[in-house]
Each structure stands twice: as C-alpha cells, then as structure tokens.
C-alpha cells in the first residue's frame, strides 16, 4: 500500500487538528498556510501536540506557504479555510489541481465547492475533479 498523501490548506485551528491527526493516522502531510508567522511556532516546536478524543503529537511532513508545492501530486486536497479566504487560494489551487485528485473542502459552507468549481472552470483548471464538501468542520478544536 503506497503512502496517503495529503495537503492541508490552512493552519487555522481546523487544519492543524486534521494535519495532526491525519499524520499520527499514517498520512503524509504538507500543511500550507498563506503565513509564514502561522506556520513559525509549529516549526520551532517541531510537532503538532493533540489532546482530547485523539491524542498525541505530529512532526507534519512538510510546513509551506506554497500551495505548489503543498498541492503537486497528492492524492488528497483539504482545503480548510474559511469562506472569505477562498479567493485568496481560488487561482493558485486551479493552476496546480489535477483531476486525479480529491478535492476536500472542510467546511465548505456557504457555496464554497461551487466558487472553486467556477473559478477553476474560469482559470482553466482541472474538470471532473471528485469534490467533497463537508458542512461543518470534520475537526473541532481550539
């Protein structure tokens, strides 16, 4: 069985609970945020640290502010930004998303699957993409 990979756009609360528990599950994960300062006290510590229904630390894969480089070859796109930040991320996910993936917008309350739909449809990117969309967050944290 090959490695699960998965980029995790956002480091808020959502996708810093995801990009730990999905490592601590076995995934390969590069969590991609558009702050480097977000990202900062993550790497200093070196881990993501988990307490509540799922426990334990993470070292995340890889820490990025390149959705590029989050995003080219994995299997799985978690998108977990809240619905103003979609433009934001909109042009730079259509550029690199490829058909073969799964999209995963968690949430993705108020429309956020169909704007990415559009603005992928607008920037020439992939068609057919699989997308999920969750209506709250999988992850709830603090």
Do not use: K
């Not at 334990?56 to 995003?71: D, F, K, N, R």
């Not at 080219?72 to 996910?93: H, I, K, M, N």
Request: aromatic residues 4%.
């Amino acid at each position: 069985m090959t490695e699960l990979v998965v980029a995790v756009i956002g480091a808020g609360n959502v996708g810093c609970a995801l990009a730990a528990d999905l490592t601590i599950r076995g995934a390969r994960v590069r969590l991609c945020t558009r702050s480097e300062a977000r990202l900062r006290p993550i790497s200093e510590v070196g881990e993501i640290t988990l307490t509540g229904v799922v426990s334990g630390s993470a070292q995340v894969a890889t820490l990025t502010t390149s959705v590029h480089e989050a995003v080219t070859d994995a299997d799985v796109v978690a998108v977990t930004v809240p619905t103003p930040a979609l433009p934001f991320y909109g042009g730079p996910l259509a550029e690199v998303c490829t058909a073969d993936q799964l999209l995963w917008l968690d949430p993705g309350h108020s429309g956020g699957a169909l704007f990415l739909a559009a603005e992928f449809e607008r920037r020439g990117g992939p068609t057919g993409m699989p997308v999920c969309q969750l209506s709250t967050a999988s992850h709830g944290s603090q």
